[in-house]
């Protein structure tokens, strides 16, 4: 064999592994493997169509929640004057949101709670304690304290509010969660008695009267406004504490 036919040979060999692998292969057909499908696509179409409409539903629920939320915080406006009842049947009372959109107006008053108590003492007379100043003892436990819990921040403020928002200007319950609210108030005071040791050795608190003192903010001084300093007190009745109360039991 020539040089030549060497070298025919050899480009035959060479080339027809590649020419019989291009014939092999029908047209169209991709040989590339594929794994199973998984996820939403490995459903039939009847399950596919089921996570569809539940995704659709979730995600129409989520935007009432956040369009209910945002009318409860929003300025009074058409829509919750029209509507306020139903927003509040949706936000109240797992949803509440204590705060409002573009930049209430701040609070111009200091608004002090207290509490005295009457005490069956050891040996069953009875006596009346004075006033205790709770907010001022939880601005004593916030000033200068770099982490202040919430509860001497929220506790007390928040259950006055809730008190004052269920009740009208004769300490009268408005609504179906005055009574809640009396209950809670009530709590926290005897808890705070209890706290300070107001009754004494062998001493039960038998009532309790709680009250506010309100002061208006002194305006400053380049102002022209005038306002009265004189404090104003809002008494409530006498309460009865039940007994697992009046021996400690709420901590």
């Excluded at 202040?148 to 403020?157: A, F, I, K, V, Y």
């Excluded at 309100?214 to 504490?241: D, F, Q």
């Amino acid at each position: 064999m020539d040089a030549q036919g060497a070298n025919d040979t050899y480009d035959r060999g060479a080339s027809a592994p590649h020419a019989q692998d291009q014939q092999g292969a029908p047209d169209g057909v991709n040989e590339t493997p594929t794994g199973p499908r998984t996820g939403v696509a490995a459903l039939s179409p009847r399950y596919q169509v089921g996570v569809a409409l539940a995704l659709a539903v979730v995600a129409v629920a989520v935007c009432v929640h956040i369009g209910m939320v945002f009318l409860h915080v929003a300025p009074s406006n058409t829509v919750t004057k029209q509507h306020g009842k139903a927003i509040d049947e949706w936000i109240y009372p797992e949803f509440e949101q204590n705060w409002k959109l573009f930049a209430p107006n701040p609070l111009q008053q200091n608004i002090s709670v207290q509490v005295r108590a009457q005490i069956r003492t050891g040996d069953g007379s009875s006596r009346t304690t004075g006033w205790y100043d709770l907010s001022a003892q939880d601005g004593r436990a916030i000033d200068g304290n770099l982490l202040p819990s919430h509860t001497q921040q929220n506790e007390l403020r928040r259950a006055w509010d809730f008190f004052t928002a269920t009740h009208d200007g004769s300490n009268r319950p408005s609504g179906l969660r005055g009574a809640l609210s009396e209950t809670y108030l009530r709590r926290i005071v005897v808890m705070r008695l209890d706290r300070a040791d107001a009754s004494g050795p062998g001493g039960v608190v038998e009532r309790v009267q709680v009250r506010s003192r309100t002061t208006n903010v002194r305006p400053p001084e380049w102002s022209e406004e005038r306002i009265s300093l004189k404090p104003v007190y809002r008494m409530l009745p006498w309460w009865s504490v039940p007994g697992d109360e009046a021996e400690g039991g709420v901590r």
